[in-house]
């Protein structure tokens, strides 16, 4: 059979979402082929070539960016990822958990195979190089994006994951991660991003996969996410992450006002937000704290009281800018629906419930000047934000940007119009 597989948008990494089913549709015999639309040209002759197609859909941006391409493809066509079962308009088939598996199953229509977790195959997809740099001292490396499992632990209530996998998770070999990140090491990567939901879901696994990455490269940098509760109910991993060279990491803090931590189940306080960076910081370690400044709870002083949070914390250097423009999303499924009074009907182009609140003007203020500062440094867009509050600017002439990701946009968040016409 020959299978085109495509991803939209993977958060500017090389697409791990297709490289996975890629390798085990190869290992079975089947003539694959790869695109990648966050770095290539949409090709009419490959939909003309395939027999099937198949759209890897694993975030919200990714899946706006499906429903563009998806009305050029008159092949059998399926979804994969998170946010499959969203795309009944426009796939004839949906893919939402062990998507290697089901893909799979699909191509050869036998709805019961199931085939083990393969060593992904980029070999056709661009170098390392191509996409999305570790930021750092001034200076640009390449990474490597894996995962050491997929699901979650946890049902934070706003969160997409809880929804397909019900607080379960489905760890990798570690084998497989090693192999994986040394391909893309010899690829050019010198840096690793774990993109699991919370990489300390299974604590001992990811400290497996830690020792097992650092034995094979020792000199390769890496991050991961982590829940706050995480950072703290394992506080004395971190000087040995740090040994073992993670520069930052990633967590939800999300809000700073614990009613509105609590509507999402968070399983953290504002105070233990704080305790987290120090943790951290103590460690060696930088966080990057995401936000969902907009929700259906939050006040124009919850914004304020966020962004004190962050110039409190020496933290501007830490947060991407969309991070403060955030708003919820409520997916098909969401755990929210019944608890967020007065949602309309579903949008199935916004691909979410529509919810309205007083600060709805001041999100599409805050988006405006994010997405129009993309290029600004992080201090000079937070003090165009503390404006619209009222808020009076801080000094950021000596603000140091953390390590951090040259691709700034988040999985939760809207995207751009530059975005949608790429496609």
């Known amino acids: 059979m ?29 003539d694959i082929r790869l695109i990648d639309l966050a770095i290539e040209d949409w090709s009419p002759d490959l939909v003309e070539w395939a027999d099937r197609v198949a759209i890897s859909v694993p975030m919200h941006t990714a899946t706006r960016l499906a429903f563009e391409i998806a009305p050029r493809i008159d092949r059998p066509l399926a979804c994969f990822g998170l946010y499959a079962e969203m795309c009944s308009s426009i796939a004839d088939a949906l893919v939402s958990r062990d998507p290697v598996s089901a893909v799979v199953a699909w191509v050869e229509a036998d709805p019961a195979l199931s085939v083990p977790a393969p060593i992904p195959w980029r070999d056709s997809l661009a170098a390392p190089d191509q996409y999305t740099h570790l930021m750092r001292d001034g200076f640009r490396y390449p990474i490597a994006y894996t995962e050491a499992s997929q699901g979650c632990a946890h049902r934070c ?8 996998y019900d607080g379960r998770i489905r760890i990798t070999d570690v084998d497989i991660v090693v192999a994986d990140v040394t391909a893309q090491v010899r690829a050019g990567a010198r840096h690793v991003t ?12 990811a400290r497996r996969v830690v020792d097992a990455v650092h034995a094979a490269h020792p000199d390769i940098t890496f991050d991961c ?8 109910r394992h506080e004395e991993m971190w000087p040995w992450m740090a040994e073992h060279r993670c520069l930052f990491v990633i967590s939800a803090f999300e809000s700073v006002n614990d009613a509105i931590l609590d509507e999402l189940d968070k399983g953290h306080t504002a105070a233990d937000g704080a305790r987290a960076i120090a943790i951290l910081r103590a460690a060696g370690i930088e966080p990057r704290p995401t936000w969902l400044p907009f929700a259906p709870w939050s006040t ?25 423009s955030i708003r919820l ?9 019944g608890r967020v009074n007065d949602l309309g009907e579903w949008n199935p182009a916004a691909l979410s419930y529509p919810w309205t609140s007083p600060v709805d003007e001041l999100q599409h203020e805050f988006a405006a000047v994010v997405e ?4 600004e440094p992080a201090g000079v867009v937070f003090n165009q934000l503390r404006a ?5 600017p801080v000094d950021v002439a000596h603000v140091r940007e953390a390590p951090r990701l040259s691709e700034s946009w988040f999985c939760c968040a809207e995207p751009t119009t530059l975005q949608l016409r790429s496609i």
Not at 157 to 164: A, D, E, L
Not at 194 to 205: A, L, Q, R, S, V
Not at 388 to 392: I, P, Q
């Open 2 to 30: 020959k299978v085109l597989l495509i991803s939209t948008y993977e958060l500017g990494h090389q697409p791990i979402g297709i490289a996975a089913p890629a390798a085990a549709l190869r290992d079975r015999g089947h």
């Open 157 to 164: 209530r706003h969160c997409p994951v809880p929804v397909v």
């Open 194 to 205: 774990f993109g699991d939901p919370d990489f300390f879901n299974g604590i001992h696994h």
């Open 225 to 232: 996410t982590v829940k706050v509760e995480h950072i703290l």
């Open 300 to 324: 124009v002083d919850d914004i304020r009281a966020m962004l004190e949070f962050v110039a409190d914390h020496a933290l501007i250097g830490n947060v991407d800018p969309v991070q403060f």
């Open 329 to 337: 999303l409520v997916p098909q499924g969401s755990l929210l629906l």
């Open 372 to 375: 129009a500062g993309t290029e």
């Open 388 to 392: 619209l509050v009222a808020l009076a």
